[in-house]
């Protein structure tokens, strides 16, 4: 929570996931991954000039069209199957109102299920469409918790996962804040080259660990950015 209040006074609320919908966030959850939130904006406004934005019109849409559709989100021939797969998914589960009825444990399985659905994905889907309490982990948070000591750099998505939820009170707006703040500030700040100087953290970061990740660390970071999210 002290990290949470720093970066809190530093950057204000994020108001975020930025979607008109539940559905919205679903499908920018899929198209985000391993690419800028600026390209899924493109990838997003192409989609909705080319069909109706809703889970049948892009589960009928020809794979061909839906890739051509998000090519702007990158790897659009293996983001159309998994928008398909997804869309296809949620139709046949009765829609956005039948899941949310769900448990959290039990919509989470539901999810990783999914053809191209990871932890990463999936928790943002739990998180930011349904508000359940589950808290998203990514690369900026293995990065920032790594260098603040908190983590050692092995530790398994699950493992960090536990961890902030474990030590947080069970809030998804909370969360919800938290992780669109841990983006800002690895974005902005904790880069790869980190810009200590503008630190909101500093004070509370060891002086051993502003410094460029570990080989391992930064190995570690690559092969969870590359996973299926």
């Known amino acids: 929570m002290a990290a949470f209040e720093r970066l809190l006074a530093a950057y204000g609320g994020q108001s975020w996931w930025p ?3 539940d559905f919205e966030v679903m499908i920018g959850a899929i198209l985000t991954q391993n690419t800028a939130w600026v390209n899924v904006e493109k990838a997003l406004l192409r989609l909705r000039e080319t069909v109706a934005f809703d889970a049948q019109a892009i589960a009928s849409l020809p794979l061909a069209a839906l890739a051509q559709a ?3 989100a990158g ?3 293996v983001k159309a199957r998994r928008l398909h797969a997804f ?8 829609g956005i109102a039948a899941l949310a009825t769900r448990p959290t444990p039990e919509l989470r399985g ?8 990871g932890p990463e994905t999936a928790d943002d889907i739990l998180l930011y469409a349904f ?8 690369a900026y948070t293995r990065r920032i918790f790594g260098r603040l000591g908190v983590l050692k750099g092995a530790e398994s998505y699950e493992e960090i996962r536990a961890l902030f939820e474990g030590s947080l009170p069970a809030a998804a707006g909370l969360f919800q804040e938290y992780h669109a703040l841990i983006v800002t500030h690895g974005k902005d700040v904790c880069r790869t080259k980190p810009r200590c100087d503008a630190c909101c953290l500093r004070e509370v970061c060891p002086p051993v660990a502003r410094q460029v990740p570990s080989r391992r660390i930064r190995r570690k970071m690559k092969n969870v950015q590359g996973e299926g999210g």
């Open 19 to 21: 979607a008109e919908s």
């Open 70 to 72: 998000i090519r702007p």
């Open 75 to 77: 790897y659009f021939n």
């Open 87 to 94: 869309c296809g998914w949620l139709l046949a589960q009765g």
């Open 110 to 117: 539901a999810l990783l299920a999914v053809h191209g659905v």
């Open 131 to 138: 508000g359940r309490p589950v808290f998203v982990v990514d």
